[in-house]
């Protein structure tokens, strides 16, 4: 282990969507080698409780525009721990590398002669897909999936192609969407996707206070009234969405076509 994670370095550790029975292996090892843990707003409480009471544990977590650091404070913090000669691990909630600027730290501490390795975590939009019980890609239904993010700045629109968004044989996963669900729904139906197109919000995703709600595109900006600003919300768009495991294979057996 010490090869792997030598003092002066830093590992960016993806935490999963909360569940510590997600964490990977490698992840837990990670954190229970480290001197010192960065950790974000949405890691689960019972990925903490793995870290020893012997490793410094310092919250860096950005939540719906309440930042307690900017991200060049952050980016300082772990260039000046690792050059102290600590094992250091920033944890991230899901996946380091989907929407949690893993490049700008790993430009930062490369930049400052600091060793920097990434371990993956599941993401949000799989732990989702499980626990409802659909896939996110489909024969027939959904021949790929994209994941975009919905975070806005202040009042200006969603700066996104929305025609790419609204395929039709496409999943399509909107992170921190909650606050812009309204115009999401607005934007896929004006580029062609039908408002009856099943979605899918989650919030609190693998934790015992996970929400799953099913709904339709036309009326996304009424099902997420019922979830708190406070929540981290998914937004899932596509037709392999519309049914549960047992159902989705006889519905995607009948999209397909039979040879002669």
Not at 45 to 65: E, F, H, M, N, T
Not at 187 to 201: D, F, R, S, Y
Request: charged content about 20%; aromatic content about 4%.
């Amino acid at each position: 282990m010490a090869d792997e994670f030598p003092a002066g370095s830093v590992w960016l550790v993806g935490a999963g969507p909360g569940d510590p029975d997600l964490l990977t292996r490698k992840a837990e090892r990670l954190l229970r080698t480290a001197t010192i843990v960065f950790y974000d707003a949405l890691v689960g409480d019972g990925v903490l409780a793995l870290i020893p009471a012997s490793v410094r544990q310092v919250p860096v977590g950005k939540r719906a525009g309440r930042h307690s650091k900017e991200q060049g404070a952050i980016n300082d913090l772990l260039v000046a721990a690792a050059l102290a000669g600590e094992r250091v691990v920033r944890l991230k909630g899901g996946d380091p590398s989907i929407f949690g600027r893993s490049m700008e730290e790993c430009s930062a501490l490369v930049q400052a002669g600091v060793p920097v390795r990434i371990c993956p975590g599941i993401t949000a939009a799989s732990a989702a897909a499980a626990s409802a019980g659909v896939s996110l890609s489909l024969r027939g239904l959904a021949r790929r999936v994209q994941f975009a993010t919905a975070h806005k700045r202040g009042a200006a629109p969603l700066d996104l192609d929305w025609a790419a968004l609204a395929d039709p044989h496409c999943t399509t996963v909107f992170y921190m969407g909650r606050s812009a669900a309204a115009e999401i729904s607005r934007n896929l139906q004006a580029a062609g996707l039908p408002g009856a197109t099943p979605v899918l919000l989650a919030c609190d995703v693998s934790l015992d206070s996970e929400r799953l709600l099913h709904t339709r595109l036309d009326l996304l900006h009424i099902a997420v009234a019922g979830f708190s600003n406070e929540q981290p919300t998914l937004i899932l768009v596509g037709e392999a969405l519309a049914v549960a495991a047992g159902r989705n294979a006889a519905r995607a057996a009948k999209a397909v076509p039979q040879s002669a």
